[in-house]
C-alpha cells in the first residue's frame, strides 16, 4: 500500500487534470465507436436526430402548458418519470460506457473524491443527459414565474440533471458487485419480468385515469412525487412562482441532500469495487447459517413424511430458489389474478374468469423434468418401477394442487367481490378445479411423453432444437385443456338454458371428481411409460 | 453384497480375464453405444470383481463415462448386456429395481438440486430412497462430519465450490450404504485436501467389503488407490486385470498406459518440431 501513498502528491496536485482526461476518452471512445461501421453511425445520427426532435416538442409543450392549471403536475411527473428511468437503465444496459466501468480502472493510482467527479462530469455527456437537459429546462419553464422561482429555476435545471445522472451511476456501480454474485445473477433474471409487470401495473393505471378523465389524481401523484428527487426540484421553482419560499427552499435542500448521499454512495461503492475486485467469493460467502433448523423446517412439518413430503418439499423451495421456476409461478400469479380482476372492472365483467386463474397455474405442471435440468438423474435412480413413477408425478400434481386451488378460491372471491355474481361461485369452482384437474393430467402426459431442457446458465427458456416441441407442447395444452372439460361445460350451458338453476351446484362435487379422474387417468396412463423412458427423459431435459 | 451367484450364461471373451470365482460386481458383454456416427463405445466386455478398489483409465474421449452412465442406468446401450450386482440392468422392472437399491453414483457432468442446500440434499436424497427419515438424519450428519461440510451444510449446493460439491455428491451416493459405488471423475478440479477426506472415506468403505468403481486419468491416483484396473481407449477395453497384471514390466502404470494406447509413438513425433528451443537468432 505504500505506492499509492507516495504517488498521493502528485495526484493531488494534478486533481484539476483529471475531468478533462475522462471527458476526452468518453469522447473519444464515443468517436472511435463511430468509425468501426458506417451502420453504426447512421444509428446514432438517427437516434440523435428522433431525440432531439423529440426533446424540442416536449420543450414545445412544457411551454404551451405553462400558465394551465394541470402545468405544474405535469412537469413535476414527468421529471419524476424520468428518474425512475435513469435508475432502472443501467438494470437493462449495464455495460453501456467504458469510461464508467470501475473494473477497467482498477489498475490506476487514482484517489476516489475526483475519480468519482470526474467519472461524473463525464458521464454528463452524452444524448441521454441531453434530452434530460432539455427535460429540465422545458419542465422549469412551465412552471417559473416571477424571479424568487426563475433563481430556483437556473437552480434546478443542473440539480435535476446531476440526480439524474448520479442516481443512475450509483445504482450502475452497485450493481457491478451485484450482478458478480450468484444471488444478483438470480435477481436479474427476476427483474425483467418485475419491471414487465410493473409497466402492466402503470398501464391499467393509466387506462382507468383515461375512463375517469379526473385530472386530480394528477395532482395527487404530484403532491407525492414532487418531495422524490429529482422531481422535487421542479416542484420548488413550482412553489417559489406561488409564493411559498419556504417550502421551494425546503425541495430544493431535499434535491442537494438527494446528490450528495448519491455522490457517497457512489463512491463507497467504486472504492470497495476496487478494493474487493472478487464480487463472486463476497457475494457467497455471508450465506452461512440463516436457519439452523433449515432441514426440518416448519414447511417439512406440514408435509407427510416419506417419499411424498421429500417431492413436495424440494419442489415448494425451488418454486421459491430457483430463479427460472420462481419467474414462472410470478408471472403466472399476476397473469392469474391480473386479468380475471381486470375484467372484473370492465361492465362486462364475470366470476367465470377465476377459472383463468386455475388453468395459468396448471400450466405449471407442463415439462415437470425440464425444470430439474440433469439433476433429474437424482430422481431417476430412485424410480425403478411404475409405481415409483406414479407416486414421483402425483406428488408434484400435489404441490401444484396446494398452490393452485387457495389461489383460485382467492381469485374467484375477489372477483366476486368487484364483479358480483356470488352465487354462481359454486359452478365456478367446479369448472375451475376441472380444468386444473385437465391440465395437471396434460402436464402429465407433456412431462412424460415431451420433456425439454431448461438451460440454467442463460436467459433463455428453451434448448436450441426444443423451442418447436416446447411452444407445441404448451399451446397444444392451452386447447386441450378447456376442450378435455367440454362435458362438464356442456352440462352447465344444458342447466342454464334448460332452467335447472337449481341443480348448478352439483358442478362443484362433479367438478371435482372430473378434475381427479382425468388427473388419475394420466398418472395410471403415463407412470410405466415414464418408468421405461428415464434414460431418455434424463437426455432430453440435460441438453443446453 | 450380491446375492444372486454367478449364473453362468456369462463366458468371458477376448480381453475378459478369468474370474477368481466370487460373483463379479459388474459383468459388461458386448456393449455398444453410438452418436449419431460416432461409437462412443466400442463392444466392450468387463468384469469387474466384487469388493475391490477399481480404476477405469483412459484418455479423455476415451468412453469412460458413456460406459459408467451405461452400467448405471443413466444411458442406454444400443446392445449388450450388463449386469450390476448379479441383476440385469436394463431388463425388468423387478431387476433394475434391485439394481438401483444397490449401487451409489456420483456423476460427472449432470448437476445436483444445487438450489437446496446441502443438508436438505442428503435429506431429500435419502427419503426419495425410502429411508427412514430420522435414520436419514442421523447418516447425514455423520456424513457431513467426516466430508468436512458441517460448517457449510445449510448454504446453497450452487455456492458450494468443485470440491464441497464432490464431497456432497459422494455424500448422497453413501447414505443407503450401497454395495457397489461409482464414481466419474472424484477427483477432477479437487482441492488435495478434499481429495484426502475423499480417499480416506472411500479406503474405510471398501475394507468394509464394498465395491468402489472409479474413472480418472491421473495414473498416479489410480496406482496409489486401485487393485484393480481396467484400461480404456478408443472406445475399447485395452486391458482388464490386477494393477501388477495390467502394469506388467512397466515401471509404472503411467509407462503402461502409454504403451497401452499407443501414445509413445506420438510422444516421439515430438522430434519433429526440432526448432522448439533450439538457437534463437536476431528476428529483428
Redesign the interface.
Known amino acids: 500500500m505504500s505506492a499509492p501513498a507516495t504517488a498521493g502528491a502528485p495526484t493531488a496536485a494534478a486533481e484539476p487534470s483529471l475531468t478533462p482526461v475522462f471527458v476526452r476518452l468518453k469522447l473519444s471512445l464515443l468517436r472511435n465507436g463511430l468509425r468501426q461501421s458506417s451502420g453504426r453511425t447512421a444509428a446514432f445520427v438517427a437516434s440523435l436526430v428522433v431525440v432531439l426532435l423529440i426533446a424540442a416538442f416536449m420543450v414545445l409543450g412544457f411551454l404551451l402548458l405553462r400558465g394551465h392549471g394541470a402545468a405544474g403536475a405535469v412537469a413535476v411527473l414527468t421529471t419524476g418519470v424520468f428518474g425512475l428511468g435513469w435508475a432502472v437503465m443501467p438494470l437493462f444496459l449495464p455495460s453501456g460506457d467504458e469510461t464508467l466501468d470501475p473494473s477497467r480502472l482498477v489498475m490506476l493510482p487514482l484517489r476516489p473524491q475526483p475519480l468519482v467527479r470526474a467519472l461524473l462530469v463525464a458521464s454528463l455527456v452524452g444524448t441521454g443527459p441531453l434530452f434530460t437537459l432539455c427535460l429540465a429546462v422545458g419542465a422549469v419553464a412551465a412552471v417559473a414565474h416571477g424571479t424568487a422561482a426563475t433563481v430556483t429555476a437556473v437552480l434546478a435545471v443542473p440539480l435535476v440533471l446531476m440526480v439524474c445522472v448520479a442516481l443512475s451511476r450509483a445504482i450502475a456501480t452497485a450493481n457491478v458487485r451485484l450482478l458478480s454474485s450468484?444471488k444478483g445473477r438470480d435477481m436479474a433474471l427476476l427483474s425483467g419480468l418485475l419491471i414487465a409487470l410493473g409497466i402492466q401495473a402503470v398501464n391499467f393505471g393509466a387506462q382507468a385515469l383515461g375512463r375517469t378523465g379526473d385530472l386530480s389524481v394528477l395532482d395527487t401523484a404530484a403532491s407525492v412525487v414532487g418531495w422524490l428527487p429529482p422531481a422535487s426540484a421542479v416542484a420548488a421553482v413550482d412553489s417559489a412562482a406561488d409564493g411559498d419560499l419556504v417550502l421551494a427552499g425546503a425541495r430544493l435542500l431535499l434535491a442537494v441532500v438527494a446528490l450528495a448521499a448519491l455522490l457517497w454512495w457512489w463512491r463507497r461503492s467504486l472504492v470497495r469495487l476496487m478494493v474487493e475486485p472478487d464480487g463472486s467469493t463476497i457475494g457467497?460467502a455471508p450465506?452461512?447459517?440463516?436457519?439452523?433448523a433449515?432441514?426440518?423446517g416448519l414447511l417439512a412439518r406440514l408435509l407427510p413424511?416419506?417419499?411424498t413430503?421429500?417431492?413436495m418439499?424440494?419442489c415448494f423451495?425451488?418454486i421459491w430458489?430457483?430463479p427460472k421456476t420462481k419467474a414462472a409461478w410470478v408471472s403466472a400469479l399476476a397473469v392469474g389474478a391480473l386479468v380475471p380482476l381486470f375484467n372484473a372492472f370492465q361492465e362486462n365483467g364475470s366470476v367465470y374468469w377465476a377459472c383463468f386463474a386455475s388453468g395459468m397455474l396448471g400450466l405449471q405442471m407442463f415439462n415437470q423434468f425440464g425444470q430439474?435440468?440433469?439433476?433429474f438423474?437424482?430422481?431417476?435412480?430412485?424410480?425403478?418401477?411404475?409405481a415409483d413413477a406414479y407416486a414421483e408425478l402425483r406428488d408434484r400434481a400435489y404441490v401444484m394442487a396446494a398452490v393452485t386451488v387457495p389461489f383460485t378460491v382467492l381469485v374467484a372471491v375477489g372477483t366476486a367481490a368487484v364483479a358480483g355474481g356470488w352465487s354462481q361461485l359454486p359452478e365456478v369452482f367446479g369448472l375451475a378445479f376441472a380444468l386444473l384437474g385437465a391440465m395437471l393430467a396434460l402436464g402429465v402426459v407433456v412431462s412424460v411423453r415431451y420433456p425439454y431442457s431448461i438451460p440454467?446458465d442463460s436467459h433463455r427458456n428453451v434448448a436450441p432444437g426444443q423451442g418447436g416441441m416446447a411452444i407445441a407442447a404448451i399451446f397444444g395444452g392451452m386447447f386441450a385443456g378447456p376442450l378435455l372439460c367440454g362435458p362438464l361445460i356442456g352440462l352447465l350451458v344444458w342447466l342454464r338454458v334448460s332452467g335447472h338453476h337449481g341443480l348448478l351446484w352439483l358442478l362443484l362435487p362433479l367438478g371435482v371428481a372430473y378434475g381427479a379422474l382425468l388427473l388419475w387417468g394420466a398418472l395410471r396412463l403415463m407412470s410405466g411409460r415414464m418408468?421405461r423412458r428415464?434414460?431418455?427423459i434424463?437426455?432430453a431435459v440435460?441438453k443446453g | 453384497m450380491p446375492d444372486q451367484a454367478f449364473d453362468g450364461t456369462f463366458e468371458p471373451t477376448g480381453a475378459a480375464p478369468e474370474n477368481s470365482g466370487a460373483a463379479p460386481a459388474v459383468q459388461v458383454e458386448g456393449v455398444w453405444k453410438r452418436f449419431g456416427q460416432q461409437i462412443a463405445v466400442n463392444g466392450i466386455d468387463l468384469v469387474l470383481p466384487a469388493g475391490k478398489f477399481i480404476g477405469l483409465v483412459g484418455p479423455n474421449g476415451a468412453g469412460k463415462t458413456t460406459t459408467l452412465s451405461m452400467i448405471t442406468g443413466l444411458l442406454r446401450p444400443d446392445s449388450g448386456r450388463i449386469r450390476v450386482a448379479g441383476h440385469d440392468v436394463w431388463r425388468d422392472p423387478e431387476s433394475v429395481a434391485r439394481v438401483k437399491a444397490r449401487i451409489g453414483i456420483l456423476p460427472e457432468g449432470l448437476r445436483l438440486f444445487e438450489r437446496l442446500s446441502g443438508r436438505e440434499l442428503l435429506a431429500y436424497s435419502g427419503r426419495l430412497r425410502g429411508l427412514p427419515g430420522a435414520e436419514v438424519d442421523k447418516r447425514a450428519t455423520q456424513l457431513l462430519d467426516v466430508l468436512d461440510l458441517a460448517g457449510s451444510q445449510h448454504k446453497l449446493v450452487v455456492d458450494y465450490s468443485t470440491g464441497m460439491r464432490k464431497k456432497i455428491g459422494l455424500a448422497a451416493a453413501l447414505l443407503h450404504n450401497p454395495d457397489v459405488l461409482f464414481l466419474d471423475e472424484p477427483f477432477e478440479g479437487v482441492d488435495p485436501v478434499s481429495a484426502q477426506t475423499i480417499r480416506g472415506v472411500l479406503e474405510r468403505y471398501t475394507s468394509s467389503g464394498a465395491t468402489v468403481v472409479f474413472s480418472s486419468h491421473v495414473m498416479e491416483l489410480v496406482e496409489s488407490l486401485c487393485d484393480w484396473v481396467a484400461v480404456m481407449a478408443g472406445g475399447r477395453i485395452r486391458a482388464q486385470g490386477p494393477l501388477a497384471e495390467v502394469k506388467g514390466s512397466a515401471a509404472t502404470l503411467q509407462e503402461a498406459f502409454l504403451e497401452l494406447v499407443g501414445a509413445h509413438d506420438r510422444a516421439a513425433a515430438g522430434d519433429s518440431l526440432d526448432w522448439l528451443g533450439g538457437a534463437r537468432g536476431d528476428r529483428s
Open positions: 450468484r457467497a450465506d452461512t447459517v440463516k436457519d439452523p433449515a432441514g426440518r413424511g416419506g417419499r413430503g421429500a417431492v418439499e424440494r423451495r425451488y430458489r430457483d430439474d435440468s440433469s439433476a438423474w437424482m430422481v431417476a435412480q430412485t424410480i425403478a418401477s411404475p440454467q418408468a428415464l434414460p431418455e434424463l437426455a440435460s
